[in-house]
Structure formats: structure tokens, C-alpha cells
């Protein structure tokens, strides 16, 4: 039942702020079980979802820093906004930052802010996320993406509530609550030593877990049927309907990218169908071919022993023949680019889960991703 905790030495206007939040926690009464808000941002009837509702309306109630994981895709940004609405916070800002989506060099002008003149481009004061979101709840995803040096920052931030912008001088009081989130399992990069251990205590008070769509059929058609109305009513078109084929080939569905896959098999079928219903062929993916296009490389060496010397030089002129005329360094970029379209296509462009089937970094998939001009803003 505690409401949040103070460290000391106690901050005078610190204290005064938390005081005053108190005292105005929202009430809980019979009718916030049927909160029109989650019914829009949580759906499903699913245990999960049941359980998950509860659990977000009484750490709702809490100041404390809340941690989210799940699978990519799950709706932890979703959890999170809801989280803020049904706070006492909800008259402020909500913030929400993908730490891995930008850069080691901007990420702390983007968090703290920085004064103009500090370095070169800035040409004024910029006011940093953290700053955006005081008085509101700020929400950072992916934040096993952070490097150490910048994880050391933000434990200074969460911990004093206090931010210094780049170049300044002077710290400035900022009044936040944090959720943070990650897919990755953040005690074992703790063990690994790839994340501090004082920060996962810090931001881990409170947990939650969201379940992957697989161990929740039961939401699937819930969810399907809610994008469909979503989507036609977005563009302005008639309602389409599910043919029962369509609605068993849903339910049949791994979702390695959950709740967004299954909103982009969707927009995709309403895409593709031109009358009122939407069949099994509407919502089947179309990269088979582009698979079958793509260059396939030899898993393993051929061994030399059993390989005769006639052989070797037909496999040699074979070889030669073979050769790239654009040069090594041109094929290869062009085989790269293919299996990162592929890799893509795979997960619907949903480039976290691209960059995990790569066994790459988020950045490092971000960075080829420009290189190859594929990197297009959502």
C-alpha cells in the first residue's frame, strides 16, 4: 500500500510535490472495472488480460518505477500509456522514448537537453525528454539498449530527480515517474555485466509481465475483429467481415510478433480484399517468391581430400566463371541487402524482431538499414 518511498537527504520541494500528489490519488469505485479506457487500449478476456488489468489500476495508484517485459510486439508502450491515464499523473504529459531507435551521439541531447552553443549545431536551447515529461510519466522502451555511461546518467536522473543539460551549469528539478521496458532479460545482462545493477534496482520496484498473443488464442479473434472496425473506420470504408477459413487460419498463427503482427496481417487483408469479407488468401503472406530469389550461400567448405584433380580444375573454371562482374565488394553488399529484405519481410518490417532473428543489435540492423536506403520512418 505504499504510495512511493523518499531518499535522503530530503529535497524540501521534492517532498511538498510527492505531498501534494497523495492527497490526490484517484479513488477506486465500482464503476473502474468497467473503465471505458482499458476496454479501448486492453482488449481481450483472456486470464492474462484480466490479470494484467488488475495489476495496472493498483501500481496505477503507486509512484513508484515500474518495469514492463514482453515480447516484441506485446503492447508495452500500450500498458504504459494506460498506466499514466488511470494515475494521478494523468493531467501530465505521458513521453515515451525508444532507446534504441536513436543514436549514442544524440541520445543525451535528446534526454537531458543541451544549451545552445555547446556543440556544433546548437544553435539554441533544446529542452530534453526528461524535462518534457515532468509532472507526467516517462516511458522508456528498450532501455537494455542504453550503454553503460549513459545508463550512469540516468541513474543520477531517477535517483535525485535532477537533470543537468549538456553544457550547463545549473541542475534542474524535474518531477517523473518512470516505466521503463525491455524484451531482453535484464538480470542475466546484469550478471553479464552489461547492464548496472544499481539501475535494475532502481527501476525494477514494480514488475509486469505482458503474455505473448500464443499463450491467449482466446484474444486473437477479439483483437482481429477490433482492427478490422479500427482500420475501415480510418479510411472511411465499409466494415468487413471475417470468413470462418480466415478466422481458423488466424487462430493457427504463431505471432513471433504479436499483437503488431496480427494488426499488420490485418491492414494488409483489408488492403488486398475488394469486397465485404476478408478470406485466407487476403491475410497469406506474399514474400515466398522473394525468398526463392534469394542468393544461398554454401553452409559448409567442400572437402579438398575428396574432391580429384580433374574435379578441382573444372570446379576452379567453374569458379572463375562465376565471378561477380560488379566486383566483391558490390555482390556482397547486394546479397546483404537481400537477406536484410528478406529478414524484413519475414517479420513484417517489424525491425526489432528482424534484427533478433539476424542476431544483431537493434543499432547495428538501424545502421545497415541506412546504408541501404530501406530505413523508412513508421
Known amino acids: 500500500g505504499a504510495f512511493d518511498f523518499v531518499s535522503k537527504p530530503i529535497n524540501q520541494q521534492h517532498l511538498q510535490q510527492l505531498l501534494q500528489k497523495a492527497l490526490h490519488v484517484p479513488a477506486l469505485d465500482s464503476d473502474s472495472d468497467q473503465l471505458p479506457l482499458e476496454q479501448r487500449l486492453l482488449m481481450g478476456d483472456s486470464v492474462h488480460i484480466q490479470q494484467l488489468r488488475e495489476s495496472i489500476k493498483k501500481i496505477a495508484r503507486s509512484q ?5 517485459t514482453g515480447e516484441s510486439g506485446t503492447g508495452k508502450e500500450v500498458v504504459a500509456n494506460l498506466m499514466h491515464q488511470l494515475s494521478n499523473r494523468q493531467d501530465g504529459p505521458f513521453i515515451a522514448i525508444n532507446c534504441g531507435a536513436i543514436s549514442e551521439e544524440l541520445l543525451e541531447s535528446e534526454l537531458f537537453g543541451h544549451v545552445k552553443g555547446c556543440f556544433s549545431g546548437a544553435t539554441e536551447d533544446k529542452q530534453g525528454l526528461i524535462q518534457a515529461a515532468d509532472g507526467g510519466s516517462l516511458f522508456l522502451d528498450d532501455i537494455a539498449e542504453l ?34 521496458a525491455s524484451h531482453q532479460d535484464l538480470a542475466s545482462r546484469v550478471q553479464q555485466g552489461q547492464f548496472r545493477q544499481d539501475l535494475f534496482f532502481r527501476i525494477h520496484v514494480m514488475d509486469l509481465r505482458i503474455a505473448p498473443l500464443r499463450e491467449r488464442q482466446q484474444d ?35 505471432y513471433s510478433g504479436n499483437v503488431r503482427e496480427l494488426r499488420n496481417l490485418i491492414d494488409r487483408a ?13 491475410l497469406q503472406p506474399s514474400n515466398m517468391h522473394t525468398l526463392e530469389k534469394a542468393p544461398v550461400l554454401p ?9 580429384s584433380h580433374a574435379a578441382q580444375n573444372t570446379q576452379s573454371a567453374a569458379h572463375a566463371q562465376a565471378l561477380p562482374e560488379e566486383g566483391l565488394e558490390q555482390y556482397l553488399e547486394k546479397v546483404e541487402k537481400q537477406v536484410l529484405i528478406n529478414a524484413l519481410n519475414l517479420t ?5 524482431l528482424a534484427a533478433k532473428k539476424l542476431g544483431m543489435t537493434f543499432r547495428s540492423l538501424r545502421y545497415r538499414l541506412k546504408k541501404f536506403g530501406l530505413d523508412t520512418d513508421e
Open 64 to 68: 513508484a518505477p515500474v518495469f514492463i
Open 299 to 307: 553452409s559448409e567448405p567442400i572437402p579438398i581430400s575428396t574432391v
Open 348 to 352: 513484417h518490417w517489424n525491425r526489432t
Open 147 to 180: 550503454s553503460l555511461a549513459m545508463q550512469a546518467k540516468l541513474l543520477r536522473a531517477v535517483q535525485e530527480k535532477k537533470i543537468r543539460p549538456l553544457g550547463s551549469d545549473k541542475e534542474i528539478e524535474v518531477d517523473f515517474r518512470i516505466i521503463s
Open 270 to 282: 483489408i488492403t488486398l480484399s475488394d469486397e465485404d469479407r476478408i478470406e485466407v488468401t487476403h
Open 220 to 254: 486473437i479473434l477479439i483483437l482481429a475483429r477490433h482492427f478490422i472496425d479500427l482500420i475501415c473506420a480510418e479510411w472511411r470504408i465499409p466494415a468487413k467481415t471475417l470468413t470462418p477459413a480466415a478466422a481458423q487460419f488466424l487462430m493457427a498463427q504463431h
